[in-house]
Structures are given as C-alpha cells and as structure tokens.
C-alpha cells in the first residue's frame, strides 16, 4: 500500500523569505502523480502544484516549484518569496495512474501548518 | 460556476443521532469523492462514483455509513447512527480527464461534524 508522509507538523516563514516543506512516499510503482494542496481555514482544497513521476523535470507554477527525487521518493514543495496569504495548511498527496484499480484516490500525507510572519 | 456545494457548513449532534451531509458537484462532472478529513489529519477516501456506480467503497464503514448518488448528479452521505469517533470534517469532491491521465479535481469547503 502506498503511503505519504509529511514529518514537518508546523513550519514558520519570514514575508518575502523562501521555505521548503518535505514529503516523502513509500510506493512499488513506477508511474504516479505527486501532488501539493493548500488548505486555508476555509477548509476547500486547492491545487498548487502538480508532479508526474515519469518526468524528471521538476514541476514549477509561479512562486511555488518542487523537487522531485523518484530514488529517495522525496517531494518537497519550495514557496519562494512567501506572501501572507500562502499561510494555510500544506498536503501532500499520491495517486495512481489512471488504469490501476482505485484510480482516482489521492492518498494524502498529514500536513504541515505554515505560519508567514510579517 | 458555482463550484462544489456542499451542505450543511456545520452540523453538531448527540452521538448516536442520524446526519446526512449533501454535495452538488460541478456540472457535467462524472467522478464524485467523498473525504474524511480528521482533525490535524489529511483527508482519506471514503468512497468514489463514476456517474452513480460506487466503484470503490472498501473504506466506508458499512454499519453505519451510506452514501448514493441519484441520477449520478448529487450525492447524499449519511451515518446512522453516529458516533463521537465520527467528528471530522467531511469533503466532496468532482472530478472530470481532460486526457487519459489528467484529472481535474475540485473539492467544495466540506461540512464540520461535531457529535457530542
């Protein structure tokens, strides 16, 4: 079974600094998606940036990218120049491709709490 | 658009006390997902539709929990009856592939149960 974990329950940023929260995940296969999701206190999840494991390339969207190491099964999500509204919780999240029984599930890790200081 | 509705926002109950939580996913989205999200936790699956087929309940506690999707549009959860073990908060979410491999997914901003 797959598995996500997030070790870094809380992080803490200076505005306009840089910070990088890990995720790592156990899995057998070899074809997957890697996914990073805020959650403001509003609760609704929301994409921030999306990996597909056959790419070596690391995804980047604007301010956020992530390093992805397929080996070391690690993906860190890198927010540069953190902005007051990026403070939400961080999940990380597998799924399978599309294929494989249940296709769809997002497997999610346990969050990371970040806090932006003005 | 609308997005995912889902309701109620909160709904706190005496434990052993029947409750439905109700979503409205976006239109013309086939795969519907509920979530269950502890507190401090991430969400984990409770059950996927594809239109109104549950193809995958293995997670949902059956004793208790029900779920259908009329029509394959809305979808109703409901546990009866529940139990303190059952505050969280419950999210919903539709989906559609804009390729074989890239789903689009969107959640609505889930409904807080709190059972006393």
């Known amino acids: 079974a797959q598995t996500v974990t997030q070790s870094q329950p809380e992080m803490s940023v200076q505005e306009a600094e840089t910070v990088t929260l890990s995720c790592t995940y156990d899995?057998?296969?070899?074809?997957?998606?890697l996914f990073w999701y805020k959650q403001p206190p509003s609760r609704q999840m929301i994409l921030v940036i999306r990996q597909e494991a056959y790419k070596q390339q690391n995804a980047t969207e604007n301010r956020f990218s992530v390093n992805f190491q397929k080996a070391a099964k690690s993906f860190s999500l890198k927010i540069s120049d953190s902005q007051l509204g990026d403070a939400a919780m961080y999940f990380c999240a597998y799924r399978r491709v599309k294929g494989s029984s249940n296709t769809g599930k997002l497997i999610f890790g346990q969050g990371t709490t970040l806090q932006v200081k003005p | 658009e609308a997005g995912v509705v889902q309701s109620p926002r909160y709904k706190i109950i005496e434990k052993k006390q029947p409750v439905a939580f109700w979503c409205n996913p976006i239109s013309g989205h086939n795969t519907l997902y509920w979530y269950r999200q502890n507190l401090g936790q991430g969400p984990e699956l409770l059950i996927r539709y594809e239109n109104e087929e549950a193809v995958d309940d293995s997670q949902l506690p059956k004793d208790r929990f029900s779920a259908e999707r009329l029509k394959g549009v809305d979808s109703t959860l409901k546990i009866q009856p529940a139990e303190l073990g059952d505050s969280a908060v419950y999210l919903c979410?539709?989906?559609?592939?804009?390729?074989?491999?890239?789903?689009?997914?969107?959640f609505g901003s889930g409904t807080q149960l709190s059972v006393l």
């Open positions: 899995t057998s296969e070899s074809d997957y998606y």
């Open positions: 979410a539709s989906s559609f592939f804009t390729s074989a491999n890239n789903e689009k997914l969107f």
